[in-house]
């Protein structure tokens, strides 16, 4: 039981950007986050429901794949135009996340809202470079995924709804990835994550993006591994030499799940192997088929 | 608390329920006396709450009533039909896939779901397909062998 004072069900996005304009209010949509964990309830006394706006929608235009703040994990891990998309990594962050009961439930939008420095899909969006595209009561704004999180479950989304993420799509096809979880099991919330997506040209790499989940107060970008990447051979010796930057980089922290010190150490673990499957040296999971 | 008007199908019956705006979807189940869809971790973990809206599964006790607005919803109360037990709880039963017995609504409504989807699987799948449904009682292997009977007696 939520101790609200009202349920609102808008129907259109220029209603429910005015009721989230007031104090106290909040989305909900899967509302696997909302319902179980009091932090996102702190001062909110009435919801505001966002699945009724039309917005369930995964779709390509105009050279970006564009997927609506209704669309649920599932949707996310079973739609081939993600698994498609640098060897499947957000489909694949989707396709992990909780149960399926979850994923029947939760959507990719709110996964974002939530901010939660663990969270399976983050590291995916920002090797993908997505940007975030919000509506409040000031119009429309894009936010790049990059500059969205500020802290754990804190982001510059103040009282802006998530309309959409947004991917591009130029040059994608070039676009090799690869995603590594480390959990107890797939379902729990990782101890580590990480994604990278890597351009090759003649055995070099020309582009890298390498996001670790679970290791910093947000999802953490590795700059400095990133530009350790551009320019050297796609080997394994290259991936060694980053997944030592990488240790050096995150910054964890200990809690029930793991203690610091192993995330440092999983860290490179997980690099070495995000990376691998980026450059063909592993073969990259399909996580979705059981989505 | 105020109150939400909503209408839905339950088990193939419409329905108008008057329910809290925070209420979740479990407690108006249980509100209505469907009180076989368990509560029991709360938190979205153990998916021991399992019932299916729209074809789909999912946890009652992280959703709220009133997002029910205009579904079809089917709770294990839902699935035997004139007296006869539906072939996943007949498969249950035949395996004694259950032990305490708390978590087996949910494993059955999670079956329902999955078997709809995939009516041939093998058995990696089955583990898959209920890797979120938790049993305290450890019992994890008869229902594996529970939903694969099912599925074959579902062709029969």
């Known amino acids: 039981m939520l101790k609200i004072a009202a349920y609102h069900s808008p129907t259109t996005l220029i209603e429910a950007a005015a009721l989230l304009a007031e104090d106290g209010r909040t989305a909900i949509a899967g509302g696997t986050d909302l319902l179980v964990n009091p932090r996102y309830m ?184 990133e530009e350790a990447l551009v320019g050297q051979a796609a080997t394994e010796e290259t991936f060694q030499r980053v997944a030592e930057i990488v240790r050096d980089e995150v910054r964890p922290i200990t809690d029930h799940r793991a203690t610091a010190e192993y995330r440092r150490r999983i860290s490179a673990v997980a690099t070495v192997r995000a990376l691998r499957q980026a450059a063909g040296l592993a073969t990259p999971g399909e996580e979705w088929q059981h989505a | 608390m105020p109150e939400v008007d909503i209408a839905l199908t339950v088990n193939g019956r419409a329905v108008k329920w008057h329910v809290e705006a925070g209420e979740t979807l479990l407690e108006a189940l249980h ?41 079809d919803l089917l709770t294990i109360e839902g699935l035997a039909q004139e007296g006869k037990l539906h072939p996943i709880q007949e498969a249950f039963a035949q395996e004694g896939a259950a032990q305490c017995g708390y978590c087996t609504p949910g494993f059955i409504m999670r079956a329902c779901a999955f078997l709809q989807e995939h009516p041939h699987p093998n058995e990696t799948e089955v583990r898959a397909a209920l890797a979120g449904n938790i049993c305290r009682c450890t019992g994890y292997v008869k229902p594996v062998a529970a939903v694969l009977r099912a599925a074959e007696m579902m062709h029969e």
């Open chain 1, 42 to 225: 702190v001062g909110v006394r009435e919801v505001v429901d966002i699945r009724r706006l039309g917005l369930n929608y995964i779709r390509v235009e105009n050279g970006w794949l564009y997927i609506g703040a209704g669309a649920t994990m599932r949707t996310v891990a079973q739609r081939v135009e993600l698994q498609g998309l640098a060897n499947g990594i957000l489909a694949r962050g989707a396709a992990v996340c909780g149960s399926p009961n979850i994923r029947n439930m939760a959507t990719l939008a709110g996964n974002i809202a939530s901010a939660l420095p663990s969270a399976d899909t983050p590291p995916a969006l920002l090797a993908l470079d997505a940007e975030v595209v919000l509506v409040g009561m000031r119009g429309e704004r894009v936010v790049p995924l990059d500059s969205f999180f500020v802290g754990p479950a804190k982001s510059v989304r103040e009282r802006d709804l998530i309309r959409e993420l947004r991917i591009p799509l130029a040059g994608s096809n070039a676009l090799r990835g690869g995603f590594y979880k480390i959990g107890r099991t797939a379902e729990d919330i990782s101890m580590v994550n990480a994604a990278a997506t890597l351009k090759i040209q003649d055995g070099k790499i020309s582009m890298a993006r390498l996001v670790l989940g679970a290791v910093a107060p947000v999802p953490l970008r590795v700059s400095r591994a």
């Open chain 2, 31 to 71: 509100a209505h006396h469907l009180k076989g869809t368990k509560l029991i971790c709360g938190t979205g973990d153990c998916c021991g709450c399992g019932v299916l809206l729209n074809g789909n599964s999912i946890n009652a006790c992280c959703m709220l009533a009133a997002q029910a607005e205009g579904g």
